[in-house]
């Protein structure tokens, strides 16, 4: 099975020259599974700025051969060969074919690295790397269910429950709502929480920069303003041109596409009793206040949340 996009199944491996190794240089930018990760990179790429790594942490690639799918990683956690690799790919000491696939800059001193396989080990990367900054996404969970269920991917619930070190530290109490679990909505709305409330959890204001999927469709302007005056670029007009067009993996019946609503077309396809299902499985982990019946976040409380938590 390739592991490549169609589009680029036949392309030649490429030549890449990486100077400046040091994962200062780097940019992460994480998020879930459906989320718009690919679609905000390219916001954040907007000029070919950056060499653009995509999915290093994607399970069975070599990179990245010691992490687990969806790994979670105490911050404390020394293990030399996770760091080794970790490094490997934040200082861009990497060349593989599908993590460089849509990479279009052949020199680069700076790298977008987008992952969506991460979110579990922020905490960790926070404290290793510290001087790369680190960029989340958020989506409603709903979308993302109903995103998943349409594509017919499953959730995988042994990922996280497979994980002693996870389910003994952050997820105790939640172990067995996880486990008494039975459809593939609730797992996918289980996973977004676990993949949302451990960095949420484990990190302060300060070590993260949130970005929100429906403020980007809704004021862009503002959200991408205050995104890039975290990341210390300039702001350019002209992002707002490229923050209009589809990723590379839209899909021909996304919503950006199709035109219809970009955050509140879920509404439509899921029933009153899986969202009431969703709501109970978000107030479990208290994300309800970010997210509830209404497709736009409460910003104030994912930070809040952040700062009670850290």
């Known amino acids: 099975m390739s592991f490549l996009h169609p589009l680029h199944t036949h392309l030649p491996s490429r030549i890449i020259v990486d100077r400046r190794s040091h994962h200062s240089r780097s940019i992460l930018l994480a998020g879930t599974v459906r989320s718009g990760t690919t679609w905000a990179s390219a916001i954040i790429n907007y000029n070919n700025e950056y060499r653009y790594l995509f999915e290093p942490f994607y ?163 503002a959200e991408i303003a205050g995104l890039f005056a975290f990341l210390g670029k300039v702001y350019d007009p002209r992002v707002l041109a490229r923050s209009k067009q589809p990723s590379p993996l839209s899909r021909p019946d996304s919503a950006i ?8 077309g879920w509404k439509g396809g899921i029933t009153e009793e899986q969202l009431e299902r969703a709501m109970e499985i978000l107030h479990l982990f208290g994300l309800d206040g970010i997210y509830g019946e209404q497709p736009m976040p409460n910003v104030e409380n994912a930070y809040d949340m952040m700062a009670e938590l850290a």
């Open 257 to 264: 596409i199709s035109g219809d609503s970009l955050i509140d």
């Open 59 to 221: 399970p069975a690639l070599e990179c990245c051969d010691h992490f687990k799918p969806r790994p979670y990683l105490p911050p404390e956690n020394q293990d030399p060969q996770l760091l080794q690799q970790a490094e490997a790919i934040f200082c861009g000491r990497i060349r593989d074919r599908r993590v460089d696939q849509f990479n279009t800059r052949i020199v680069s001193s700076k790298r977008l690295i987008k992952v969506i396989h991460a979110n579990l080990m922020l905490k960790w990367i926070r404290i290793h790397f510290p001087a790369m900054p680190i960029v989340l996404l958020l989506r409603h969970p709903c979308a993302i269910a109903h995103s998943l269920l349409r594509l017919g991917w499953a959730a995988v619930p042994q990922h996280f429950l497979q994980q002693q070190e996870l389910m003994s530290n952050a997820l105790r109490p939640f172990r067995k709502h996880l486990e008494r679990a039975e459809s593939a909505f609730e797992h996918h709305i289980f996973m977004w929480c676990i993949e949302t409330y451990v960095p949420l959890k484990q990190l302060a204001p300060g070590d993260v920069h949130l970005i929100f999927y429906e403020r980007l469709c809704e004021q862009p302007e």
